[in-house]
C-alpha cells in the first residue's frame, strides 16, 4: 500500500475511531485506559441501555450546538433541531429485545454476537459511515460491535486495515475459519487485554465493511452462565439488507424503548426508574 494511502487510512481510522495517528503500545498504564478502551468514549461497561441511550442523546446534542447557535434563521434552527431529534428518536427506536421473536439480526454479520430469551438487547446507532449496534445482557452493556463501509477507507484491504489497528492498539493475533456455525468463513484480529477484548473482523466481501468489536471480558467469562438457554434458530429476513434498509411509519417497539429511555410517550406506558 502506498505511503499517502496508508496516511489517509490512518486519517479515516482517527475520525472513525476517535484517536490520532501516532502510534500506541495499546496497552494501559498503571490505573490508565489502554487505547482500546479510550475508544469507547465516556460509555463504560455494565451500564443500562437508558444510561447509554442518554449519553449518546447527550453527545449527538452536543454536536449540533455550534450549527445551532451560528444559525440567525429561525427556519433553519427549527430544521437542525428536528434532525437533531429525529438522530436521538432513531436511536431510541431501535432497541430491540432477544425475546424469541424472529428479527432481521438473526442472519447476516450479527448472528452469533447474541441469543435468545436470556434477557439479551440491543441499541443501534447509524452515522454516514458507519453502525454502531450495543448489546446488552440483564440489561448490563457488555459489548460494542461497530461495522463501517470499507469504501470509507479507499479501498484498502484488510491486512492494511488491521495494520493501522495494530498501531494503534498494539499486536494483535491473526485468525480465519468459521466463528459462529452457519456463517460464512472469515479472517480477523484478536486483543485481549484485563478490561477489554476486541475482534477486528473482515466482512468485506460477503457485507461490504470492516467492524470492531469491543467485549467485557467479566462478562464474556461468565456468557456459559448467563445465557441459561439455548439458542433458537428463529426465522429470520434477508440479514444485511432488511438490516439496514427496513423501516416501518408504525413504532412497533414504542412501549419498549419508552420504557428505556424514560422518555413516555404514551400514556400507557409505565415510570422508570433510572438505574445507577
Known amino acids: 500500500m502506498r505511503r499517502s494511502s496508508y496516511r489517509a487510512l490512518l486519517v479515516a481510522l482517527g475520525l472513525l475511531f476517535g484517536f490520532g495517528m501516532e502510534a500506541d503500545t495499546g ?58 431529534a429525529e438522530e436521538t428518536r432513531e436511536i431510541r427506536d431501535s432497541y430491540l429485545e432477544f425475546d424469541g421473536t424472529p428479527s432481521a439480526y438473526d442472519s447476516g454479520y450479527l448472528k452469533g454476537e447474541f441469543t435468545h430469551k436470556n434477557g439479551e438487547s440491543l441499541l443501534r ?73 476486541a475482534r477486528a473482523v473482515d466482512n468485506n466481501e460477503f457485507y461490504g465493511f470492516y467492524c470492531l468489536i469491543l467485549e467485557d471480558p467479566k462478562t464474556v467469562a461468565q456468557l456459559g452462565k448467563l445465557r441459561k438457554n439455548k439458542a433458537d434458530e428463529a426465522e429470520a429476513g434477508g440479514g444485511l439488507v432488511d438490516m439496514v434498509e427496513e423501516q416501518s411509519d408504525e413504532d412497533q417497539n414504542a412501549d419498549i424503548a419508552d420504557r428505556i429511555t424514560g422518555e413516555i410517550r404514551r400514556h400507557d406506558s409505565p415510570d422508570v426508574v433510572d438505574q445507577k
Open 27 to 84: 496497552m494501559a498504564r498503571a490505573g490508565s485506559a489502554s487505547a482500546l478502551e479510550q475508544s469507547m468514549g465516556d460509555i463504560q461497561w455494565g451500564w443500562s441501555p437508558k444510561q447509554v441511550y442518554r449519553q449518546l442523546k447527550k453527545e449527538i446534542e452536543a454536536s449540533y450546538q455550534e450549527p445551532i447557535s451560528k444559525t440567525t434563521d429561525a427556519i433553519e434552527e427549527d430544521r437542525i433541531r428536528h434532525k437533531m
Open 125 to 197: 446507532v447509524r452515522t454516514e459511515n458507519t453502525q454502531d449496534f450495543f448489546f446488552f445482557i440483564n440489561d448490563r452493556l457488555w459489548k460494542r460491535y461497530r461495522a463501517f463501509d470499507a469504501s470509507v477507507f479507499e479501498g484498502a484491504s484488510f491486512a492494511d486495515f488491521g495494520s493501522a489497528l495494530q498501531k494503534r492498539y498494539g499486536k494483535a493475533k491473526t485468525k480465519s475459519g468459521v466463528r459462529t456455525p452457519g456463517t460464512p468463513s472469515t479472517q480477523w484480529l484478536e486483543w485481549k487485554q484485563p478490561r477489554v477484548l
